[in-house]
């Protein structure tokens, strides 16, 4: 069974920048489309961005647009979320998510679309 894991996350002030990476050792990751979800306290999950198996398709959430950037590089094995412009409301727990896919199509940031979870990795923004 896939398993995703998620790093890069830590604290950081504001308007400062991290990158997480997600991977999933043992496994070919091109052949899944990947999400990246979070999770702030007290809040429901929200999709943040995807890319599509072959990095033809990104979307990003509205509440992140311009200031995050997904991608991936399939020869690492790795989805990347690289975040500027950090602010406190960006603080959660940030989840990677992979959906099992057989042709190359539009990305989801939809979490019921996710056919396997990584457990996360915090991310706190604060002076």
Not at 40 to 55: D, F, W, Y
Not at 60 to 78: C, L, P, Q, Y
Not at 84 to 111: F, G, Q
Request: neutral net charge; charged residues 20%; contains cysteine.
């Amino acid at each position: 069974q896939l398993q995703l894991v998620e790093s890069g996350g830590g604290l950081v002030q504001p308007g400062g920048s991290l990158r997480l990476s997600c991977t999933a050792p043992g496994f070919t990751l091109d052949l899944y489309a990947i999400g990246w979800f979070r999770q702030a306290p007290g809040k429901e999950r929200e999709g943040v961005a995807c890319i599509s198996s072959m990095g033809t398709s990104i979307n990003h959430a509205v509440s992140v647009e311009g200031r995050f950037a997904i991608s991936r590089d399939n020869a690492k094995n790795t989805v990347y979320l690289q975040m500027n412009s950090l602010k406190p409301e960006d603080t959660a727990v940030y989840y990677c998510a992979a959906d099992r896919v057989w042709v190359e199509a539009m990305c989801k940031m939809r979490d019921y679309d996710m056919d396997y979870w990584g457990k996360g990795t915090l991310v706190t923004v604060s002076s």
